[in-house]
C-alpha cells in the first residue's frame, strides 16, 4: 500500500505524478456512485430453468448468424446460415464417445434497455485429449415476458 511518506521519498517527479494519479482514481472510484441492479423486479426471483433457456433457444433457431456478434467467423460450415445451422453443426462433434462433452446453461442478471433481462450463455464443450474446445452463444431473456430478445446475440466460445 503507498503512504505519503512512500511519495515524499520518490526523487522522480513523472512518478509522483503517476502516483498521484493512481491515489485520485482510486478515491474517484470508490466514491462514484454505483447503481445495482434490483431483482425485486418481477421475472427476477430466479433465472429461467435450463430447460426453457434450451427451449427459447430452439424456438429462435431460424436468426440469421450474420445479425450476431462475433458469428461471422463462428461457421461450422460455409453454408450456416442461422444459429440452427451453427448448433447443427456444434452439436455434430458430441458423437464422439471416446470424449467427454458437456453443455454447460448459464443465465446471470442484467439491465439491458432500462428493463431488467437475463443475460443467458448455452455453450456445448469437448474434451477430446488434447483437443478441448466449447462454443455456444449469450443472448437476452426478457424476465418480465420471459422472451427470447432476438434484436442481440452472440457467439461465444473456443477452442
Not at 503507498?2 to 502516483?19: S, V
Not at 434450451?54 to 450456416?80: E, F, R, V, W, Y
Request: proline share 5%; aromatic share 8%; hydrophobic share 35%.
Amino acid at each position: 500500500m503507498l503512504t505519503t511518506g512512500d511519495l515524499e521519498r520518490e526523487t522522480n517527479p513523472l512518478n509522483k505524478h503517476l502516483y498521484a494519479l493512481v491515489i485520485a482514481s482510486i478515491f474517484v472510484a470508490c466514491a462514484a456512485p454505483k447503481t445495482p441492479l434490483r431483482l425485486d423486479k418481477a421475472g427476477m426471483e430466479s433465472p429461467p430453468s435450463d430447460q426453457r433457456v434450451l427451449q427459447l433457444l430452439l424456438q429462435n433457431t431460424d436468426i440469421a448468424l450474420s445479425n450476431g456478434a462475433h458469428c461471422a467467423s463462428a461457421q461450422t460450415s460455409p453454408k450456416d446460415a442461422t444459429l440452427g445451422d451453427y448448433f447443427a453443426g456444434v452439436w455434430q462433434h458430441q458423437t464422439n464417445a471416446n470424449a467427454e462433452n458437456w453443455l454447460e446453461i448459464s443465465c446471470l442478471p442484467v439491465l439491458r434497455k432500462e428493463r431488467p433481462h437475463w443475460q443467458c450463455d448455452v455453450a456445448t464443450h469437448s474434451n477430446e485429449g488434447e483437443a478441448f474446445w466449447g462454443y455456444g452463444v449469450r443472448f437476452h431473456v426478457d424476465a418480465n415476458t420471459q422472451q427470447f430478445d432476438r434484436d442481440e446475440f452472440m457467439c461465444i466460445g473456443g477452442g
